[in-house]
């Protein structure tokens, strides 16, 4: 497993001068191969599982989020510095919400619609809508990685022991390869001194899902340090904050509204116009298609949109899809 507290994956892409969501970049690095899913027997049963036989292969498949979202209805992650400390993030997805907090953020998209509260140290809290002009749902996650992996990076630990807790959970302990020991010093600033580091997982045994991870490192000095730790929870029902995010949007300044429009590529045969109505009272944040650089003010793209300044009136901004010579023609035509 790795996990980078300032390199995370975008979700979606914006253009605003605000920084978006994205997910925390942690790995569960792949070692042997094999089913995430036990087998069934003759009877059509499942048959006992072979914990001497589980791979990391099997593990990450068991915690991609499109099989995750199979097993269960819902999923909550915690990750912080160590078990007991206050969490760095929390993330709830379902098949319909992808929710996430940190200490001044809580940020939550749906399939077709962004809610955001942020706390700023100058402007105090303030609450965000989004308006997608892409014409797609968001991109919430995609369904062949999730929370605690990414399938785009390389193969890093390598399974050393698999045995039963009291509990009847399954504990795997794991070792980072030493190739990949400098990877987790670019990472964090505290194993540049690494001189091992490993992984203990406790998971599931009958889905191999992960209900908590934790990191520790022995650096060169001898000091043991425990650098990372996640728990998670499945199919614990809907997480009241997501309503309560609705609920503020639809309530916004006493339930009265504006329109916010969004024009692409004005003026040309490739023209598409996209308009919600949000709370007065709230801030707007744009959802461009990608290729599109920069959001202005003027159907000319020429003056750049530097954010909004009355929060209940109505607003009207444009963008160009970067290749502007192609659409050149169609202004002339």
């Known amino acids: 497993m790795h996990k980078h507290p300032t390199e995370r994956r975008t979700l979606v892409k914006h253009l605003l001068s605000l920084t978006l969501l994205c997910l925390l970049a942690l790995a569960l690095c792949a070692c042997g191969g094999g089913s995430g899913s036990?087998?069934?027997?003759?009877d059509g049963q499942q048959a006992p599982r072979d914990i001497s036989k589980i791979t990391m292969t099997q593990i990450v498949d068991a915690n991609d989020l499109g099989t995750l979202l199979k097993n269960y209805s819902d999923i909550y992650f915690l990750e912080g510095p160590a078990a007991g400390e206050d969490p760095w993030y929390m993330y709830y997805i379902d098949a319909d919400n992808f929710y996430y907090m940190d200490s001044g953020v809580q940020e939550l998209y749906t399939k077709d619609h962004f809610y955001g509260l942020f706390v700023d140290e100058n402007e105090g809290t303030y609450f965000m809508e989004g308006l997608n002009a892409t014409g797609e749902p968001y991109e919430m996650m995609d369904e062949d990685s999730g929370p605690l992996w990414s399938s785009e990076l390389p193969v890093m630990e390598k399974v050393q022991s698999v045995a039963t807790n009291s509990d009847g959970t399954l504990r795997v302990a794991t070792q980072v390869l030493p190739a990949y020991l400098e990877n987790y010093g670019n990472w964090y600033e505290e194993l540049k001194e690494a001189e091992t580091i490993r992984f203990v997982y406790n998971l599931d045994p009958d889905t191999l899902a992960i209900y908590s991870?934790?990191?520790?490192?022995?650096?060169?000095?001898?000091?043991?340090?425990?650098?990372?730790?996640?728990?998670?929870?499945?199919?614990?029902?809907?997480?009241?904050?997501?309503?309560?995010?609705?609920?503020r949007s639809a309530g916004a300044n006493g339930g009265e509204t504006r329109t916010v429009t969004c024009v692409l590529n004005p003026g040309t045969d490739k023209e598409a116009v996209y308009s919600q109505k949000i709370g007065k009272g709230t801030r707007v944040m744009v959802f461009t298609p990608e290729g599109y650089t920069n959001i202005y003010t003027d159907p000319e793209c020429t003056q750049i949109f530097e954010g909004e300044t009355d929060y209940d009136a109505d607003l009207l901004v444009y963008s160009v899809i970067d290749q502007v010579g192609d659409l050149t023609a169609d202004k002339e035509n």
Do not use: H, I, M, W
């Open 213 to 247: 991870a934790e990191g520790n490192a022995v650096l060169k000095s001898g000091e043991s340090l425990v650098f990372c730790y996640v728990t998670a929870g499945y199919s614990q029902g809907r997480l009241e904050r997501l309503d309560e995010l609705v609920a």
């Open 38 to 42: 036990p087998q069934d027997g003759d």
